[in-house]
């Protein structure tokens, strides 16, 4: 990697369509096991309440409403906490991929002195020490004239 200083992260949706349609699936799982366990909880709360062994209802009817209203304010904290690494992640991914890309493409044009450089923990940090090996290879075999 270059001992240049690390980009600075400008803004974390580097590619929003790729960026949110992530955080859209991973939050569709987080929803999906919400109203699984949901359903769950309240057929076997159901389920107990119609037993005949049991004089009241009451406490399972209380029971039932604590672990809906439970759920719901679950889901609901998690729909920014979801949301936000949801976009942190995929920029740690999406950001290096746009850089790379640019690199490559001046490479290609010839232009050998492009070096890569990302933040700490970025993903991708060996593909980028690749590439700048081969950019460096590259500068010394063909120097400008």
């Known amino acids: 990697m270059s001992t240049e200083l690390p980009y600075k992260r400008k803004q974390y949706l580097v590619d929003r369509g790729y960026q949110l349609q ?3 699936r991973v ?8 109203v699984v366990s949901s ?13 005949p062994e049991l004089d009241s ?5 209380a029971s039932m409403v604590a672990v809906a209203s439970t759920l719901l304010i679950e889901l609901l904290l998690s729909i920014p906490i979801v949301f936000y690494l949801g976009i942190r ?4 991914v999406v950001g290096p991929v746009n850089r790379i890309k640019r ?9 050998f002195s ?30 400008k004239s």
């Open 57 to 61: 209802q009451v406490p399972l009817i």
């Open 89 to 92: 992640q995929s920029h740690r």
């Open 103 to 111: 690199m490559l493409e001046a490479i290609s044009n010839g232009d």
């Open 27 to 34: 939050f569709m799982v987080v929803l999906a096991v919400a």
């Open 22 to 24: 992530f955080v859209t």
């Open 114 to 143: 492009q070096r890569i450089t990302l933040r700490q923990g970025d993903a991708l940090e060996d593909l980028a020490k690749t590439i700048n090996q081969m950019a460096e290879s590259l500068q010394q075999r063909y120097p």
């Open 39 to 51: 359903l769950f909880s309240t057929g076997l709360i159901w389920f107990n309440m119609y037993r």
